[in-house]
């Protein structure tokens, strides 16, 4: 009789877990960020509405307000089309950024189509989150239908005609219907001559993603030789599996792991995903900087004043080595910052002097290039900083040394006493190389951005803890800063980490990081706090005395 009266509460369990659930609704954290969302949205709204008869392009900045507003209510959670909508519309409101449109009052600012834009990616990251799960059991159901070799030869050929035959052809029948003004494209270019030139173009993007991608196949290595001790260098690659040799054609990147279906040749034994899909990251973000950074005319690096002439020809073709300095410089940093992420995954540790190897390899090039820390130790420097190798080497010291002392701050912040997890070991070991290459004020961000992220995913987690190291949001963090270096020091001075920053910024900056480090301390507490309690109801039984596995949910033990 108990059992069928218990029978209809399991299934309106069973029945409200089955309903998606809003990132926005998991937990307390969650709903207060919703609640700001939602009253920042409605404040705009308002102002805008008022204003868009002056403004016409502030009525697609009205339309992602309504947006904001319906997706922090739970709208549309969990359906295939809601990250498709948050995109097309963040895409559209950078463009009424990017148009400078004027705000239709001055008191308006704090709800500029910027602020719109930082709220939409909010959103879209949690969009993700909640599509994550079931587009994992998909993409593992259609891994298993599709041939990926052919998919990717076949994506290859598609892309390659789209980019250089149809482009270009497009282009040249639209000069033809409505020629340009003069000084926008070379003068006197054919089709032909557009197609060489996108061939070039095309040529150099892949070049720089491949050497993306082989650094990335040689991180694999270095992240699993290293923490044992075996030689990164006079080894060759074998099967852990059967020994055997890896022939040539089956180390090439990402291609190599698809041609094998993911098993070994000899014993077919599996290979795990994470190699193609790090050499894939290595060589995306190599592209990215490769744009950004290098044929951009160093458009990203602050103080810098940028190239006038840009692109494969002005940057490649007319080698521009100062340019080329900082993009390998950074790419170097790039690949120890993911050697660094990809050891603490696998919760190893590092020798002492491998840190201190990679110390020395990052001094080498500054000592050498002094010019490649751009962002000055102080921004009025007295006489005896004038020299250039020794500002730089100040610089070096102080962004080493602070970038242990802030990793040392994170580790205290988001391990406790009572963790039973092996806490991060490369975190002040990460920060210390983003301070050694990018300067004292870069680690700072670089601190405020990955605590601040790890809050956001603390709180989209909820009671499931965090599974994913501090070092992957350090990470991100650093690719985030690295692409919005320039833009963040203009348009964020007095107040942004830089050696424009005022006394009042720095103090802003001081009580941002004590805030996020006791959040993050708190919401470490918290989630340990939960697990603890679930850990003693599954370990007491109602008379107190201790058992090894005591279920809370007795219809599911196993028989």
């Given at each position: 009789?108990?059992?069928?009266?218990?029978?209809?509460?399991?299934?309106?369990?069973?029945?409200?877990?089955?309903?998606?659930?809003?990132?926005?609704?998991?937990?307390?954290?969650s709903e207060?960020?919703?609640?700001?969302?939602?009253?920042?949205?409605?404040?705009?709204?308002?102002?805008?509405?008022?204003?868009?008869?002056?403004v016409?392009?502030?009525l697609?900045?009205?339309?992602?307000?309504?947006w904001?507003?319906?997706?922090?209510?739970?709208?549309?959670?969990?359906?295939?089309?809601?990250?498709?909508?948050?995109?097309?519309?963040?895409?559209v409101?950078?463009?009424?950024?990017?148009?400078n449109?004027?705000?239709?009052?001055?008191?308006?600012?704090?709800?500029?189509?910027?602020?719109?834009?930082?709220?939409?990616?909010?959103?879209?990251?949690?969009?993700?989150?909640?599509?994550?799960?079931?587009?994992?059991?998909?993409?593992?159901?259609?891994?298993?239908?599709?041939?990926?070799?052919?998919?990717?030869?076949?994506?290859?050929?598609?892309?390659?005609?789209?980019?250089?035959?149809?482009?270009p052809t497009?282009?040249?029948?639209m000069?033809?219907?409505?020629?340009?003004?003069?000084?926008?494209?070379?003068?006197?270019?054919?089709?032909?001559?557009?197609?060489?030139?996108?061939?070039?173009?095309?040529?150099?993007?892949?070049?720089?993603?491949?050497l993306?991608?082989?650094?990335?196949?040689?991180?694999?290595?270095?992240?699993?030789?290293?923490?044992?001790?075996e030689?990164?260098?006079?080894?060759?690659s074998?099967c852990?599996?059967?020994?055997?040799?890896?022939?040539?054609?089956?180390?090439?990147?990402?291609?190599?792991?698809?041609?094998?279906?993911?098993?070994c040749?000899?014993?077919?034994?599996?290979?795990?995903?994470?190699?193609?899909?790090?050499?894939?990251?290595?060589?995306?973000?190599?592209?990215?900087?490769?744009?950004?950074?290098?044929?951009?005319g160093?458009?990203?690096?602050?103080?810098?004043?940028?190239?006038?002439?840009?692109?494969?020809?002005?940057?490649?073709?007319?080698?521009?080595?100062?340019?080329?300095?900082?993009?390998?410089?950074?790419c170097?940093?790039?690949?120890?910052?993911?050697?660094?992420?990809?050891?603490?995954?696998?919760?190893?540790q590092?020798?002492?002097?491998?840190?201190?190897?990679?110390?020395?390899?990052?001094?080498?090039?500054?000592?050498?290039?002094?010019?490649?820390?751009?962002?000055?130790?102080?921004?009025?420097?007295?006489?005896?900083?004038?020299?250039?190798?020794?500002?730089?080497?100040?610089?070096?010291?102080?962004g080493?040394?602070?970038?242990?002392?802030?990793?040392?701050?994170?580790?205290?912040?988001?391990?406790?006493?009572?963790?039973?997890?092996?806490?991060?070991?490369?975190?002040?070991?990460?920060?210390?190389?983003?301070?050694?290459?990018?300067?004292?004020?870069?680690?700072?961000?670089?601190?405020?951005?990955?605590?601040?992220?790890?809050?956001?995913?603390?709180?989209?987690?909820?009671?499931?803890?965090?599974?994913?190291?501090?070092?992957?949001?350090?990470?991100?963090?650093?690719?985030?800063h690295?692409?919005?270096?320039?833009?963040?020091?203009?348009?964020?001075?007095?107040?942004?980490?830089?050696?424009l920053?005022?006394?009042?910024?720095?103090?802003?900056?001081?009580?941002?990081?004590?805030?996020?480090?006791?959040?993050n301390?708190?919401?470490?507490?918290?989630?340990?706090?939960?697990?603890?309690?679930?850990?003693?109801?599954?370990?007491?039984?109602?008379?107190?005395?201790?058992?090894?596995?005591?279920?809370?949910?007795?219809?599911?033990?196993?028989?």
């Amino acid at each position: 009789m108990n059992s069928l009266d218990s029978q209809p509460e399991v299934d309106e369990a069973s029945s409200s877990r089955s309903k998606p659930c809003s990132c926005f609704q998991r937990n307390l954290l969650s709903e207060y960020l919703a609640m700001a969302l939602m009253i920042q949205a409605s404040f705009g709204l308002l102002g805008w509405a008022i204003g868009v008869w002056y403004v016409p392009a502030g009525l697609s900045v009205l339309v992602a307000g309504i947006w904001i507003v319906s997706r922090t209510r739970g709208v549309f959670s969990g359906r295939w089309f809601t990250p498709l909508i948050t995109a097309g519309l963040a895409g559209v409101t950078f463009a009424v950024w990017l148009s400078n449109a004027k705000m239709p009052h001055p008191a308006l600012e704090f709800f500029s189509p910027a602020v719109f834009l930082l709220m939409l990616l909010v959103i879209l990251a949690a969009d993700v989150v909640e599509l994550a799960p079931a587009l994992a059991a998909r993409s593992a159901k259609l891994g298993q239908r599709l041939p990926w070799q052919r998919v990717a030869v076949w994506g290859f050929v598609v892309v390659f005609v789209i980019y250089m035959i149809l482009v270009p052809t497009g282009g040249w029948i639209m000069d033809l219907v409505s020629p340009p003004k003069s000084g926008e494209l070379p003068e006197g270019m054919s089709l032909a001559e557009q197609v060489r030139l996108r061939t070039m173009e095309a040529m150099s993007a892949l070049w720089f993603f491949s050497l993306g991608a082989t650094i990335g196949s040689f991180l694999n290595v270095v992240a699993y030789r290293l923490p044992r001790r075996e030689s990164i260098v006079f080894k060759r690659s074998r099967c852990p599996q059967c020994g055997t040799q890896i022939k040539g054609r089956d180390n090439v990147p990402i291609f190599g792991w698809l041609m094998l279906g993911g098993r070994c040749r000899a014993c077919q034994t599996p290979i795990s995903p994470r190699y193609p899909i790090v050499e894939l990251i290595t060589g995306g973000l190599f592209l990215t900087f490769y744009f950004v950074e290098l044929i951009s005319g160093g458009a990203n690096i602050p103080v810098r004043q940028p190239n006038t002439f840009r692109g494969v020809v002005w940057i490649i073709m007319y080698t521009k080595w100062d340019l080329v300095g900082f993009y390998l410089y950074h790419c170097l940093t790039l690949s120890v910052l993911l050697s660094c992420v990809l050891i603490d995954i696998d919760h190893q540790q590092v020798r002492a002097r491998t840190r201190w190897f990679v110390a020395v390899m990052l001094l080498v090039p500054l000592w050498i290039w002094p010019s490649l820390i751009p962002v000055p130790f102080l921004a009025d420097g007295s006489q005896w900083l004038s020299a250039s190798r020794f500002q730089t080497g100040l610089q070096y010291v102080i962004g080493g040394g602070l970038g242990a002392a802030l990793g040392a701050l994170s580790k205290w912040a988001i391990c406790s006493e009572r963790t039973r997890v092996k806490p991060p070991g490369q975190v002040a070991s990460f920060l210390a190389v983003v301070g050694m290459a990018l300067g004292w004020q870069a680690v700072i961000v670089v601190t405020l951005f990955g605590l601040l992220l790890r809050m956001f995913a603390g709180a989209i987690a909820g009671e499931r803890g965090l599974s994913l190291p501090f070092t992957v949001m350090l990470f991100v963090a650093f690719v985030s800063h690295h692409i919005v270096w320039r833009w963040s020091i203009e348009y964020g001075s007095p107040w942004w980490p830089s050696h424009l920053t005022s006394v009042g910024g720095w103090i802003g900056v001081a009580v941002a990081v004590i805030t996020l480090v006791l959040v993050n301390r708190q919401l470490t507490s918290r989630t340990e706090g939960l697990g603890l309690e679930a850990s003693q109801i599954d370990s007491i039984d109602p008379d107190g005395a201790n058992v090894h596995s005591v279920s809370r949910f007795p219809y599911v033990e196993d028989r």
